[in-house]
């Protein structure tokens, strides 16, 4: 094989594959620079509706619309090459009906050539699920906390406490009856995580969930540092690049205030002829 040949990208099948196997590396993305780093390190790297609320200021995933997430699909495919590329499907694109739901994630398919597409729910999109599928759309799933529900879980609570557990093991049931090639755990006991995880023939990806899953995903400016916004339980900052970030700003602002920037290295010098006042004889 020569040395420019085009690496082999993930499939929804590869992942399927790997249930009980090495542990997948999922992360977001929402640039093109920020993808081509985590494509050298992930399985699978998803187009997060996250990019809301971490790019966009929004106060949470529900105002981002589908065209916002088709342009940073876009950006993120360009930085793409060997991960299975995911993208989020937002709120109001998909629950009206499984119809609905197939336009729209045809649309994200065609428009960013990601390889699937992510929606929230478990039961109640299982018929939505199943008909993507047969219509060859490959689903992820995500299920426990899911962010655009948050409104009617009354913030952003652990789900999956108590008797709430039996309504988390049939949704993960469903997802999975329904054809999903793996599925998400958010914010779950990791007790019901692990039961999940043992008895569903998915990969389950956790975030805030066990590390007995089969994947771990996190938003990659929360494990970096960059976002502050809040900072959920279940992320480790694996780096500070928001304070190393604001340093580097602020003595960038204090060079140029003292005019130590630009210095004599950061200009070009003048190889033209001289320029002299008056007029030319």
Same mark, same amino acid.
């Given at each position: 094989?020569?040395a420019? #040949? /085009? !690496?082999? %990208?993930? *499939?929804?099948?590869?992942?399927?594959?790997?249930? +009980? &196997? @090495?542990?997948l590396?999922?992360?977001?993305?929402?640039?093109?620079?920020?993808?081509?780093?985590?494509?050298?390190?992930?399985?699978?790297?998803?187009?997060?509706?996250?990019?809301?609320?971490?790019?966009?200021?929004?106060?949470?995933?529900?105002?981002?619309?589908?065209?916002?997430?088709?342009?940073?699909?876009?950006?993120?495919?360009?930085?793409?090459?060997?991960?299975?590329?995911?993208?989020?499907?937002?709120?109001?694109?998909?629950?009206?009906?499984?119809?609905?739901?197939?336009?729209?994630? #045809? /649309? !994200?398919? %065609?428009? *960013?050539?990601?390889?699937?597409?992510?929606?929230? +729910? &478990? @039961?109640?999109?299982?018929?939505?699920?199943?008909f993507?599928?047969?219509?060859?759309?490959?689903?992820?799933?995500?299920?426990?906390?899911?962010?655009?529900?948050?409104?009617?879980?009354?913030?952003?609570?652990v789900?999956?406490?108590?008797?709430?557990?039996?309504?988390?093991?049939?949704?993960?049931?469903?997802?999975?009856?329904?054809?999903a090639?793996?599925?998400?755990?958010?914010?779950?006991?990791?007790?019901?995580?692990?039961?999940?995880?043992?008895?569903?023939?998915?990969?389950?990806?956790?975030?805030?969930?066990? %590390?007995?899953?089969?994947?771990q995903?996190?938003?990659?400016?929360?494990?970096?540092?960059?976002?502050?916004?809040?900072?959920?339980?279940?992320?480790?900052?694996?780096?500070?690049?928001?304070?190393?970030?604001?340093?580097?700003?602020?003595?960038?602002?204090?060079?140029?205030?003292?005019?130590?920037?630009?210095?004599?290295?950061?200009?070009?010098?003048?190889?033209?002829?001289?320029?002299?006042?008056?007029?030319?004889?």
């Amino acid at each position: 094989m020569s040395a420019t #040949a /085009r !690496i082999a %990208a993930l *499939t929804p099948p590869d992942i399927l594959a790997r249930k +009980g &196997g @090495e542990p997948l590396v999922c992360l977001t993305a929402y640039t093109t620079p920020l993808a081509r780093i985590v494509d050298r390190h992930c399985d699978i790297v998803l187009v997060g509706d996250s990019v809301g609320m971490v790019l966009h200021g929004l106060p949470s995933t529900l105002g981002v619309t589908l065209d916002m997430m088709i342009m940073h699909g876009k950006a993120v495919r360009r930085g793409v090459e060997r991960a299975l590329l995911v993208v989020d499907m937002p709120f109001g694109s998909y629950e009206e009906s499984p119809e609905q739901a197939f336009r729209n994630a #045809a /649309r !994200i398919m %065609a428009e *960013t050539g990601c390889s699937a597409v992510k929606l929230e +729910g &478990g @039961e109640t999109m299982e018929r939505t699920i199943r008909f993507l599928t047969r219509h060859g759309i490959p689903v992820m799933g995500h299920i426990g906390l899911t962010p655009q529900a948050v409104n009617s879980f009354g913030g952003y609570k652990v789900q999956g406490r108590g008797d709430d557990a039996f309504h988390i093991l049939r949704d993960a049931e469903a997802v999975a009856d329904a054809g999903a090639f793996s599925v998400v755990l958010e914010k779950v006991p990791a007790a019901l995580a692990d039961r999940i995880t043992a008895t569903t023939p998915i990969p389950t990806i956790g975030i805030g969930a066990s %590390a007995s899953c089969d994947g771990q995903i996190l938003v990659v400016d929360d494990m970096l540092g960059m976002f502050d916004t809040f900072r959920p339980k279940f992320v480790k900052r694996f780096a500070e690049l928001g304070q190393t970030a604001d340093e580097a700003i602020a003595d960038y602002a204090s060079d140029v205030r003292a005019r130590r920037f630009p210095a004599a290295e950061h200009v070009f010098s003048d190889t033209a002829p001289a320029l002299h006042k008056g007029k030319t004889e």
